[in-house]
Antibody
Framework: EVQLVQSGAEVKKPGESLKISCKGS????????IGWVRQMPGKGLEWMGI????????RYSPSFQGQVTISADKSISTAYLQWSSLKASDTAMYYC????????WGQGTLVTVSS | QTVVTQEPSLTVSPGGTVTLTCASS?????????PNWFQQKPGQAPRALIY???NKHSWTPARFSGSLLGGKAALTLSGVQPEDEAEYYC???????????FGGGTKLTVL
């Protein structure tokens, strides 16, 4: 069974750093792109960027370039999304997705940034 | 900046048929944009329904179908069930793996 399991909810202060994770199992982790998607409270889905764990080729949506860093550790079948300095506007649910056509989604990680 | 537009909301009666559309600010949507459709219910992660315009996943109910219609991508639900009440998002690919844009979503109410 294909599964993408994301790390738990986080509560952070503005200016803090954060790295959330997405662990894949039940499929060839290195053979499919993994994408990250943001959903702000009450809003729609936004494509953030994508990584190919096989060679770490990473691409960012222009809206998120320079704002976040996407990485992966293929030895533990895990992709990451990280911030160096969080803002209140980063408060959102973040999803990872993978598969031939992003068939499979993680359960989401809620990130709350508040002073 | 590319904008993908969906109907903000639609209402359909149980057993009825409804078509949701997905338009691109760059012009007509073609199969080369590989339209995808996702369903999201409150408090849940999105679920993939349709890929590459009209292809269904193994879990996609037969009443869902995808197509191109009048220069837009379309998702048609035939014989709507109460459990189809959800938000539906389309996704279009504009070239590279980073050039992916979601539509704003359509809230489908079954009433």
């Amino acid at each position: 069974e294909v599964q993408l399991v994301q790390s738990g909810a986080e509560v952070k202060k503005p200016g803090e750093s954060l790295k959330i994770s997405c662990k894949g199992s039940g499929y060839s982790f290195t053979s499919y792109w993994i994408g990250w998607v943001r959903q702000m409270p009450g809003k729609g889905l936004e494509w953030m960027g994508i990584i190919y764990p096989g060679d770490s080729d990473t691409r960012y949506s222009p809206s998120f370039q320079g704002q976040v860093t996407i990485s992966a550790d293929k030895s533990i079948s895990t992709a990451y999304l990280q911030w160096s300095s969080l803002k209140a506007s980063d408060t959102a649910m973040y999803y990872c997705a993978s598969g031939d056509s992003f068939d499979y989604w993680g359960q989401g990680t809620l990130v709350t940034v508040s002073s | 900046q590319t904008v993908v537009t969906q109907e903000p909301s639609l209402t359909v009666s149980p057993g009825g048929t409804v078509t949701l559309t997905c338009a691109s600010s760059t012009g007509a949507v073609t199969s080369g944009y590989y339209p995808n459709w996702f369903q999201q219910k409150p408090g849940q992660a999105p679920r993939a329904l349709i890929y590459s315009t009209s292809n269904k996943h193994s879990w996609t109910p037969a009443r869902f179908s995808g197509s191109l219609l009048g220069g837009k991508a379309a998702l048609t639900l035939s014989g709507v069930q109460p459990e189809d009440e959800a938000e539906y998002y389309c996704l279009l690919y504009y070239g590279g793996a980073q050039d992916v844009v979601f539509g704003g979503g359509t809230k489908l109410t079954v009433l």
